[in-house]
Nanobody, 117 residues
Framework: QVQLVESGGGLVQAGGSLRLSCAAS????????MGWYRQAPGKQRELVAT?????????ADADFVKGRFTISRDIAKNTVFLQMNSLKLDNTAVYYC?????????WGQGTQVTVSS
């Protein structure tokens, strides 16, 4: 059974940083792509960033990401990270880890990130 477990969320002041982790049960190479999505209050879930098995990264073309977020992975630990710097109030959301294997999508339970002023 595939499991994705996020951690690292929490309450942070604007301008601060957080690093989210997503630990997969088994090799992350079972997924074609892994990534992070977020769901802000009252909004739909949206892409933050993805990383492919080849290590190619893609980021949402949105102000809430640009130049401040970095997706990375530790293959040996079957873990994907999202480093978030210079956090802003509009980064407040539940962040979900995603693993995509062909036409199958797997999701973690989400981790809350709250940015305060």
């Amino acid at each position: 059974q595939v499991q994705l477990v996020e951690s690292g969320g929490g309450l942070v002041q604007a301008g601060g940083s957080l690093r989210l982790s997503c630990a997969a049960s088994g090799s992350i190479f079972r997924f074609n792509t892994m990534g992070w999505y977020r769901q802000a209050p009252g909004k739909q879930r949206e892409l933050v960033a993805t990383i492919t098995t080849a290590g190619n990264t893609n980021y949402a073309d949105a102000d809430f990401v640009k130049g401040r977020f970095t997706i990375s992975r530790d293959i040996a630990k079957n873990t994907v990270f999202l480093q978030m710097n210079s956090l802003k109030l509009d980064n407040t959301a539940v962040y979900y880890c995603n693993g995509r294997s062909y036409n199958l999508n797997y999701w973690g339970q989400g981790t809350q990130v709250t940015v305060s002023s």
